[in-house]
Every structure is written in C-alpha cells, then in structure tokens.
C-alpha cells in the first residue's frame, strides 16, 4: 500500500517561479517527514525535513509546510533555478522505525 | 571522503547470473538499508539492517541475501539473476536513535539482460 502519497508526478516551472509538491500520509505514527533531491546518477540527498511540531520550516529559498489534521505537508521552492531541476521525493518516518517511506517522486523542470 | 560508497556503480550481466554488490559507510551508524528504485523513480525499502541484524525483509523474493560482516558494511548478493530485477540499488545508512535522515550512496545501476 502506499503510505506517502505525492503529487505532482511532474512539474515545469519558469525560472524565478514558486514549485510546489505535495504529499499526504495515512500513519498518524510519522513524526519525521524529510524531502529528498535527487540529481540524475546520484543519490537522494536530504533537502529540508520537519516534524509535527511546527507548522512551517523554512531553509534558504525551501519551505516546508505541515498540517497535521489533514495529514499533508508541502514543499515550496521559492525563486526556482534551473539548477533545482531534479526530481524530489517526501517521505516519512518515525523515532525508532527502521525504514522511511518515500512517495513516488516529482521530477522538477525549472526553465531558463 | 565519502560517506557511503557502494561498488560497483554499473553491472550488466544476463540472465541467470550471481552477482553481489557492496556497500560500506563510514558515518559511525547502526542502521543500513537497501533500496531498489525502478525506471520510474519509484524507491522501495527492500532490507533494513541494525546492529548487523535484520530486522525489516520487505517481501523480497529469496534470490536476495542481503549479509553484514559489521555494523559498516552491508552487502547484497542476487541470486538467478530475472530481467525484472533490471533496476538501480541504493545503499543507505541512518543513526536510528539520534535522527532519522538517510545518507545514501550513489546507487548501483544493475542491468539485467
């Protein structure tokens, strides 16, 4: 079953545009929810995470936004470049877990 | 210094073959995992290892051993090799107790022909 689900699968955002991707979750146990960036032939790397403590994080030009009773958080790339052209992945977890669940993924494409 | 490497990075190899790919990190953590991405991007947890023990098989057929000499190192072995096995792996470590971030390696692209 999937357990993150993410939206949209892809996007196309004009250079100094806001990208916005989706997720919500159904395990109300999550209490650690990172986005991932991944760049063609490389790994996810960590981008930003939150926990349900705080509604809004934000790091440089990334914020993530969180609603816990409606089980959704957000990724905004605010001023998008060319070089956050990647794809980005949610995900959850919880203190003690041993996995993190990943949604299926938004590939990113920001115009020049 | 990278923090975990996985070898090797491309493997073609037919069908019906063995094949191992390893994994070491060096980032001090007791949690490593395998991750399988299809072409799609999709990224699912296939083993999660602590303390050199399994504790999470996510319904992985058996041709998949996954072996922990050590809490630095964790290894795959594939058995029978099948076309849908086509696919990147990744290699991923955490400190499960302190924070839940995953460092992953850059991925073994293993294509099965």
């Known amino acids: 079953q999937q357990q993150v689900k993410q939206s949209p699968q892809s996007l196309i955002v004009q250079k100094g545009g806001i990208s916005i991707i989706n997720c919500a979750y159904e395990?109300?146990?999550?209490?650690?929810f990172p986005w991932y960036q991944q760049f063609p032939g490389k790994g996810p790397a960590l981008l930003i995470a939150i926990r349900p403590d705080v509604s809004e994080k934000k790091e440089g030009r990334f914020t993530i936004s969180f609603n816990k009773s409606a089980k959704q958080f957000s990724l905004h790339i605010m001023d998008s470049q060319p070089g956050d052209s990647a794809t980005y992945f949610c995900a959850a977890s919880y203190t003690g877990g041993f996995k993190t669940i990943f949604g299926a993924g938004t590939r990113l494409f920001v115009k020049a | 210094d990278t923090a975990v490497s996985q070898t090797p990075k491309y493997l073609v190899t037919q069908m019906g073959n063995d094949k191992s790919i390893k994994c070491e990190q060096n980032?001090?953590?007791?949690?490593m995992y395998w991750y399988k991405q299809d072409s799609k991007k999709f990224l699912k947890i296939m083993f999660s290892y602590n303390n050199k023990e399994l504790i999470i098989n996510e319904t992985v057929p058996n041709r998949f051993s996954p072996k922990s000499p050590d809490k630095a190192h964790l290894n795959l072995h594939i058995n029978s090799l099948e076309l849908g096995d086509s696919a990147v792996y990744f290699c991923?470590?955490?400190?499960?107790?302190?924070?839940?971030?995953?460092?992953f390696g850059q991925g073994t692209r293993l294509t099965v022909v």
């Open positions: 395990n109300t146990a999550f209490d650690y």
């Open positions: 991923a470590s955490s400190q499960r107790l302190i924070d839940t971030e995953a460092f």
């Open positions: 980032l001090g953590h007791d949690t």
